[in-house]
């Protein structure tokens, strides 16, 4: 056999990954929503009261980690959701790329946002 | 029954003629009164039995067939026949169907064979849910009772649409008993052990009826799926363990492909349809769970 | 078959009241996940203003005249946006409780009793969402 032996094929990865992702995502998603709605307000949002929390490293990983998790758990959900209606052949390539296009610009711009409240460089 | 002459049989029970004489002087009133009493109740419970049987044996039920025949003019598009069958007690939906055929329309096309849900012929889609013909009950369904061939498939003609693609699905998964290694006598037998016998158990009544799959959302979404019954047969062979752990292997690499258990939504569908009872969506996921186990090894 | 009929999906939805539990469970998992796909990229840009409120002067900051401040506040002072958030806890709630149902399936756990889990996924969200509606729509008027 050869060096890297893995009969694990994509399909079971991603399956995988959906359902660890899931389960950080139920706990974080909460959090999140209890944070900003029932501990602060929607209506008393400024951009210091962001920044105070962004600036706490503890607070800004977990958001960094949130947005990647739940980047990929939705992402991934359309993909899945489309190749069960029966997505195929160059149609599904084009999906898949344009969808792996449309995360990486909504991560860099999450992080440059993030970035813009805790002091880091927003590059361009 | 008795095979003495008629004078000298007794009174059948329902019968409300006299009693055997006894002589009137002896019978006080009272008594009369009582047997008279008697003999009215056995004629009322007589007429409310034939009542209820008249109420129940309603003289007809209705059904409603969807017709289709591309060779013949007045079928090429769809439609829906009603038929009035003469209802008795224990018909099936199988038999108001060979009742119809037989004397209304002969051209009433449908598969059917067994009657006693083990050959899996006659899957049908019956007031909105697959079920077996033979093994439904007619008064269990509210008229009129609709019968609709397996959602998902080509209709071919009236019920009867094309299993090629099921048959495609369930030959991928190699379902037949396929052993590492035979015992070296001659003679010898290959020993399951009893749990091992009840864990595979259910999985070993698939009758390839073909309802689960026609139930599936993503069998009818997806065409490369393996389906629901597909991998209850891989799970019935991969999880035998006198097949060995080489073949288990090769079993589950074929059920882990993208199209395999990936698949499933766990909608639950199948397990509710199939008329064989079969924990389906359970088996499906312990196959998953297998896969996973299997591959976070290698990691 | 070149001359078979075929009749389509049975996602054919003129057969709702057929639908099985799971089935419902189904539907309203992609309903709702698609739902918070869309909002993640809306949320994203709408709060990537604070891109540019960052290189605003101090004093505009101090003050929340900045263009993130003035961009949520206006939009939290719309009554339909309050609504929509209300529609979006809605539909959280219910993508986060269905999904513990199946992660439980996907453990094996409870499969015998699923459709009894739908339906206390269902309530739940409702229960969660009636609760929730005062301190959402508080300070909208």
């Given amino acids: 056999m050869a060096e890297h032996y893995s009969s694990f094929r994509k399909g079971g990865r991603l399956w995988f990954w959906q359902r660890v992702t899931a389960a950080f995502l139920v706990v974080v998603l909460a959090f999140h929503f209890f944070l900003l709605h029932f501990v602060y307000h929607a209506d008393e949002v400024t951009f210091a009261l962001s920044q105070s929390r962004m600036e706490m490293w503890s607070y800004y990983s977990l958001m960094i980690l949130f947005l990647f998790t739940a980047t990929f758990h939705g992402v991934n959900g359309v993909y899945n959701a489309l190749i069960n209606q029966g997505l195929t052949g160059t149609k599904r390539q084009v999906v898949k790329w344009t969808l792996i296009a449309a995360s990486i610009i909504l991560l860099v711009q999450g992080v440059r946002t993030a970035n813009a409240w805790a002091g880091l460089p927003t590059f361009f | ?299 | ?141």
């Fill in chain 3, 1 to 141: 078959m070149s001359q078979s009929y075929n009749r389509g999906l049975i996602e054919d939805f003129g057969r709702w009241r057929e639908f099985s539990a799971g089935m419902w469970a189904w539907i309203f998992h992609k309903f709702t996940g698609w739902v918070l796909v869309g909002y993640l990229f809306t949320h994203i840009a709408v709060l990537s203003t604070a891109i540019p409120a960052a290189s605003q002067d101090p004093a505009t900051l101090a003050a929340g005249e900045d263009i993130y401040t003035t961009t949520i506040v206006t939009l939290e002072e719309l009554l339909l946006v309050r609504i929509l958030e209300v529609g979006l806890l809605a539909v959280a709630v219910f993508h986060i409780l269905n999904g513990l149902r199946l992660l439980l399936v996907d453990l094996g756990i409870g499969l015998e009793s699923q459709d009894k889990s739908f339906y206390a996924s269902l309530i739940l969200t409702g229960a969660i969402t009636v609760a929730s509606v005062p301190t959402f729509i508080a300070g909208a008027f």
């Fill in chain 2, 1 to 299: 029954m008795s095979t003495h002459p008629p004078q000298q049989e007794q009174e059948p029970e329902e019968s409300p003629t006299e009693q055997p004489p006894e002589s009137v002087e002896e019978t006080s009133p009272g008594k009369q009164k009582r047997e008279t009493d008697k003999a009215d109740r056995r004629i009322r419970e007589a007429q409310r039995e034939a009542d209820e049987a008249a109420a129940d044996d309603g003289p007809t039920r209705h059904i409603k067939v969807f017709r289709y025949d591309p060779e013949v003019e007045s079928k090429q598009e769809p439609r829906f026949d009603d038929f009035h069958v003469p209802f008795e007690k224990g018909m099936t939906v199988l038999d108001a169907l060979i009742y119809a055929r037989d004397n209304y329309d002969p051209s009433l096309t449908f598969r059917h064979s067994c009657r006693q849900a083990i050959c899996g012929s006659d899957a049908f889609f019956v007031n909105g849910d697959q079920c077996l013909g033979c093994k439904t009950q007619i008064s269990e369904l509210s008229e009129p009772v609709r019968i609709e061939p397996l959602p998902h498939q080509d209709v071919v003609k009236d019920l009867v649409v094309d299993m090629e693609h099921f048959y495609d699905e369930m030959k991928a998964v190699d379902p037949y008993f396929d052993p590492d290694e035979t015992p070296a006598g001659d003679l010898e037998e290959q020993r399951q052990s009893r749990q091992n016998r009840e864990k595979v158990k259910m999985s070993t009544r698939c009758i390839w009826c073909g309802a689960c799959f026609s139930s599936c959302n993503i069998a009818a979404g997806d065409n490369q799926y393996l389906g629901p019954a597909a991998l209850n047969k891989a799970y019935r062979f991969a999880m035998d363990e006198r097949e060995g752990s080489e073949r288990k292997q090769q079993r589950l690499e074929t059920i882990e492909q993208e199209h395999g258990v990936w698949r499933c939504q766990t909608q639950f569908s199948c397990t509710n349809v199939c008329p064989k009872d079969i924990p389906l969506t359970e088996h499906i996921q312990e196959l998953k769970r297998e896969a996973v186990k299997n591959n976070l090894k290698f990691w």
